[in-house]
């Protein structure tokens, strides 16, 4: 079987834009079938999984997961890799004699070109969502991004009066009761769930994780972990709606024009400048 980097690299896009598979069989596919020892490393159907640490000093729970599959054949080796979370991949080609490392390779590209993505799409987060949001009743909440932070930070987030990064971290963690909050912070992570509207629009949904980070880790602990948000999605509703999901609305040229929050139901749109 004889095939190209070309070759390899149009079966990445093609996997990556689900035109081979339906989105949903893609995610499926796209997922750890089981895991191995080493704790950065897991197994697929057919892919080998790294999990690998964005900045491990400072955000050592922020990892992106590269699918990759490798092969070597005496002289001759190739390597995919496709990074799901960015939307992006590379194929590395090589013969030499003695074989040389498609991992090495690799490592060579990734350390260059990961980092790069992740600049690069929190640039263009930072364009399309960062902002003012008001309803024109009084409620209102800021987007920003922030280089040492994942995902879209809100706040301030301001209901009718009430200081609802506040609010959300007591409504889930019971803080309310003599625990003190030290530096409460909402940010917003992609859930990749999104439709299309009437006049060629779009929504797209967005998870809030309410958090307290005014305190130290807990580290070296069996069970115990400083980073367990993913376990109070959806933990907090108002008539039986979640607080902590967002919808952005955008218009036909691709802007986003409002928020809403649905257990709210507020819509806010976002101040142009």
């Given amino acids: 079987m004889y095939s190209?980097?070309?070759?390899?690299?149009?079966?990445?896009?093609?996997?990556?834009?689900?035109?081979?598979?339906?989105?949903?069989?893609?995610?499926?596919?796209?997922n750890p079938v089981t895991f191995s020892s080493d704790p950065a490393a897991s197994i697929g159907a057919p892919w080998g999984i790294r999990r690998m640490q964005l900045d491990a000093l400072n955000q050592p729970y922020r990892t992106v997961s590269a699918f990759t599959k490798a092969g070597t054949f005496r002289?001759?080796?190739?390597?995919?890799s496709l990074l799901r979370d960015f939307n992006l991949g590379f194929t590395i080609m090589m013969a030499g004699e003695p074989a040389l490392s498609n991992f090495k390779g690799a490592d060579?590209?990734?350390?260059?070109?990961?980092?790069?993505?992740?600049?690069?799409?929190?640039?263009?987060?930072?364009?399309?969502?960062?902002?003012?949001?008001?309803?024109?009743?009084?409620?209102?909440?800021?987007?920003?991004?922030?280089?040492?932070?994942?995902?879209?930070?809100?706040?301030?987030?301001?209901?009718?009066?009430?200081?609802?990064?506040?609010?959300?971290?007591?409504l889930q963690s019971g803080s309310g009761t003599g625990f003190p909050l030290l530096r409460p912070e909402t940010r917003l992570y992609y859930t990749q769930l999104e439709s299309r509207t009437a006049g060629g629009g779009k929504k797209q949904s967005w998870?809030?994780?309410f958090e307290e980070t005014g305190y130290p880790s807990v580290a070296g602990q069996l069970f115990s972990t400083g980073c367990a948000s993913w376990?109070?999605?959806t933990g907090v509703t108002y008539g039986n709606l979640p607080l902590d999901e967002f919808v952005f609305n955008f218009d036909s040229t691709g802007k986003v024009v409002s928020i809403?929050?649905?257990?709210?139901?507020?819509?806010?749109?976002?101040?142009?400048?």
């Fill in 4 to 30: 190209s980097s070309n070759d390899l690299s149009t079966l990445g896009r093609a996997i990556l834009n689900s035109t081979l598979l339906k989105p949903a069989l893609t995610r499926r596919w796209l």
């Fill in 231 to 233: 376990v109070g999605v």
């Fill in 75 to 80: 002289k001759y080796t190739a390597f995919l």
């Fill in 207 to 209: 998870k809030a994780v």
């Fill in 260 to 273: 809403v929050n649905l257990a709210l139901r507020s819509t806010m749109y976002k101040l142009q400048v």
């Fill in 108 to 170: 060579l590209l990734g350390s260059a070109l990961i980092p790069a993505y992740d600049a690069v799409a929190r640039d263009e987060a930072d364009k399309l969502f960062s902002g003012t949001y008001v309803d024109g009743v009084g409620s209102w909440l800021q987007i920003s991004t922030d280089p040492r932070k994942p995902g879209l930070g809100v706040g301030p987030w301001v209901s009718n009066g009430t200081d609802m990064v506040r609010l959300g971290m007591m």
